[in-house]
T-cell receptor, first 109, second 111 residues
Framework: GQSLEQPSEVTAVEGAIVQINCTYQTSGFYGLSWYQQHDGGAPTFLSYNALDGLEETGRFSSFLSRSDSYGYLLLQELQMKDSASYFC??????????FGAGTRLFVKA | DVKVTQSSRYLVKRTGEKVFLECVQDMDHENMFWYRQDPGLGLRLIYF???????EKGDIPEGYSVSREKKERFSLILESASTNQTSMYLC??????????FGQGTRLTVV
């Protein structure tokens, strides 16, 4: 079967750095995406990695290792507003994307 | 600003009712999707469409059907609602298979 594994919860302190890992096992792979969802809100796109390496967008970075079927989202200079759920998602081809169960990030003052 | 609009934020329906969830996007995207979101399970794909009148089953299509008569509109139909279809339903659209834009979701309760 196809699966994406990510931690269910992560807690960090304001101003710190946090890494959310995602390992995947899918029948096809075109790229790894990350989405953020605040309570009661819609998921919003953060990043997409098709090739190995690190992509940086402001305080957020995303990493992919295709050989290890692994990626992570790195959040720097954490702010209270970063408290949300974060989903990794794999584009498997044929317009399909599979989502992980999500990681709930709690940022403490 | 890009927009995906779902017709209702909250719905309460009775078991056995036929339920229509509507989604409209204003970005001229070819691809549209319906997901359901349940705690601990993430987003699961019900159906998707890559063109008008085209539809493909996702991972959990049982009990659902879809309609796409116009490019901007994608409807999800619950033929006979059941309590196990109580969930948050999310519509999304995308141009390529990279970034998806989501609507605000419809929280459906079947009683």
């Amino acid at each position: 079967g196809q699966s994406l594994e990510q931690p269910s919860e992560v807690t960090a302190v304001e101003g710190a750095i946090v890494q959310i890992n995602c390992t995947y096992q899918t029948s096809g792979f075109y790229g790894l995406s990350w989405y953020q969802q605040h309570d009661g809100g819609a998921p919003t796109f953060l990043s997409y990695n098709a090739l190995d390496g690190l992509e940086e967008t402001g305080r957020f970075s995303s990493f992919l290792s295709r050989s290890d079927s692994y990626g992570y989202l790195l959040l720097q200079e954490l702010q209270m507003k970063d408290s949300a759920s974060y989903f990794c998602a794999v584009s498997t081809g044929g317009f399909k994307t599979i989502f992980g169960a999500g990681t709930r990030l709690f940022v403490k003052a | 600003d890009v927009k995906v609009t779902q017709s209702s934020r909250y719905l309460v329906k009775r078991t056995g009712e036929k339920v229509f969830l509507e989604c409209v996007q204003d970005m001229d995207h070819e691809n549209m999707f319906w997901y359901r979101q349940d705690p601990g399970l993430g987003l699961r794909l019900i159906y998707f469409s890559y063109d008008v009148k085209m539809k493909e089953k996702g991972d959990i299509p049982e009990g659902y059907s879809v309609s796409r008569e116009k490019k901007e509109r994608f409807s999800l139909i619950l033929e006979s609602a059941s309590t196990n279809q109580t969930s948050m339903y999310l519509c999304a659209s995308s141009l390529k298979n990279t970034e998806a834009f989501f609507g605000q979701g419809t929280r459906l309760t079947v009683v």
